[in-house]
């Protein structure tokens, strides 16, 4: 799931994320640009009953822009990141509830510049085609 508004610069990475790996993961992957509103898609995860949840978001971790890693579950209830309105820590408590046995995860992606505006700083930009790169060899992988 890729999180983000496009018109917040560097906010928008998760949905870059989303936008450049269609076409390279297996088919049995969904791919969901959720926007700024990923409590919208609760339904619909829990539905689909799915192993594996990542979000993929813009986070401020004090790190380089563009840098990404996953944030442990701890560090995010203890800490907000997001720019939404709806912490992600409540999302992903609903969706555990859920869907007992999935693994969800955040996977964030430092940005540089948050402000309105069209266009990711060129540090961002570079870390989402690399977190491509890297999540579609990971997941062709995986794939059955």
Do not use: W
């Amino acid at each position: 799931m890729g999180i983000g508004n496009t018109m917040r610069k560097d906010d928008a990475a998760g949905v870059r994320v989303i936008t450049r790996i269609r076409g390279k993961v297996p088919p049995g992957v969904l791919l969901l640009d959720v926007g700024t509103t990923p409590e919208n898609y609760s339904s619909k995860i829990k539905q689909l009953n799915p192993t594996h949840v990542i979000f993929i978001d813009a986070v401020e971790m004090n790190r380089r822009p563009g840098d990404y890693c996953f944030i442990d579950e701890e560090t995010l209830v203890s800490r907000s990141f997001s720019t939404h309105k709806q912490p992600l820590s409540m999302l992903m408590a609903v969706l555990k509830e859920g869907i007992p046995g999935a693994s969800i995860k955040l996977l964030g992606i430092q940005p540089k510049i948050v402000e309105f505006g069209y266009g990711m700083s060129a540090p961002v930009e570079r870390g989402v085609v690399a977190l491509v790169g890297t999540l579609s060899r990971a997941l062709r992988r995986t794939a059955p």
